[in-house]
């Protein structure tokens, strides 16, 4: 370009303008600390939430397959009982029951309670899965939360100057997904019944 | 309802496939099949006769409405009752699955008793509708 046409002053202005807030902004990143964050952000803490998250739904998943589990147990020994109840029923139709009957049938029973309260005591086991992925969670979302501050602080340091005042849109990629009790737009049974019965359901 | 009708679950989460078949087994529908999204139902459909749809809709795959929708486009399967039991619980959502012709709509998490109620009342339409 030639120095001498008109414009080229205008333009050597504007790459000092934008060298100069390039420069500010490198400075301002440096002072808060914020590059150094934002690295270690998105090269380690974000991918070990994710790892986390993962583990927490397998974790869910398979506490959620042992109680499954323990419940068919649970219902296979009220099968029994009804068994041994059919069979005490024979018993007192009969006009002499055998002692030894009566022993086996009170045996059973006894072995059933053991049973029993061997699986309820798995059930509650099961459930240790709440804190850990309780933890789990709880560390990922103290990381959203100082990502959230970090990004703040970027805006306040001028690296994305307008966004601030930009409408914040919420994102319509895909459905909703579960609703929080109470929480705005979402129904709950009650609410779908009604909208459903108006429309002729 | 008739206790011996042959029932599709579709869930993509193996432990909701299990509760929801463990709630029909204890309401007495032991004639359950599984399929993990919307696309092994479309094809379980294809090869076996079902009387009953019980699905999810966000799935990967194929979604629950997609599902819907291909059923009720389809001249062999129009006529199959479809429930939903979903998470997705926006008023807008629960229209367009009316739209596409559900028979029921259940929101997670759910008792046994809606299950129990929802069931009743398809059993009662198609009645009501043989009639």
Redesign the interface.
């Known amino acids: 370009m030639n120095a001498a046409e008109p414009g080229a002053e205008c333009d050597s202005g504007l790459y000092a303008g934008v060298a100069r807030l390039t420069r500010t902004l490198h400075e301002n990143l440096r002072e808060l600390g914020l590059d150094g964050r934002l690295t270690r952000f998105a090269g380690n803490d974000i991918p070990d939430a994710c790892v986390r998250l993962d583990y927490v739904v397998k974790m869910t998943?398979d506490a959620?397959?042992r109680t499954?589990d323990l419940?068919d147990d649970g219902r296979a020994i009220a099968d029994g009982l009804a068994d041994v109840a059919a069979h005490l029923e024979k018993l007192r139709r009969l006009p002499l029951a055998s002692p030894q009957e009566l022993q086996r049938a009170r045996q059973a029973v006894t072995d059933a309670e053991a049973r029993l309260r061997g699986t309820l005591t798995a059930l509650a086991q099961a459930q240790e899965y709440q804190d850990l992925s309780g933890q789990m969670i709880r560390r990922v979302i103290t990381l959203v939360r100082n990502v959230e501050s970090a990004l703040l602080e970027l805006l306040d340091a001028g690296a994305v100057q307008s966004a601030r005042e930009l409408p914040i849109n919420e994102t319509q990629a895909?459905?909703?997904?579960?609703?929080m009790p109470g929480a705005g737009?979402?129904?709950?049974?009650g609410?779908?019944d009604r909208?459903?019965a108006s429309?002729g359901? | 309802m008739d206790k011996n009708i042959r029932i599709l679950i579709v869930d993509d989460?193996?432990?909701m496939r299990?509760?929801v078949k463990?709630l029909l087994h204890d309401l007495g529908y032991a004639n359950t099949t599984e399929a993990d999204d919307g696309k092994t139902a479309w094809a379980a459909l294809q090869s076996g006769s079902f009387d009953l749809v019980v699905t999810d809709?966000?799935m990967p795959g194929m979604?629950g409405l997609d599902l819907l929708k291909n059923i009720r486009s389809d001249s062999r399967l129009s006529a199959l009752k479809v429930l939903m039991v979903t998470?997705?619980?926006?008023?807008d959502?629960?229209?367009e699955a009316?739209k596409a012709g559900v028979n029921g709509?259940?929101?997670?998490p759910?008792t046994a008793i809606?299950l129990k109620e929802k069931l009743e009342k398809i059993a009662q339409r198609s009645v009501g509708a043989a009639a």
């Open positions: 998943e959620a397959h499954l419940v895909g459905l909703a997904g579960p609703g737009g979402a129904a709950d049974q609410d779908a909208l459903l429309l359901f | 989460f193996s432990t299990r509760i463990n809709w966000n979604t998470a997705e619980a926006q008023r959502q629960i229209i009316a709509y259940v929101i997670k759910f809606t």
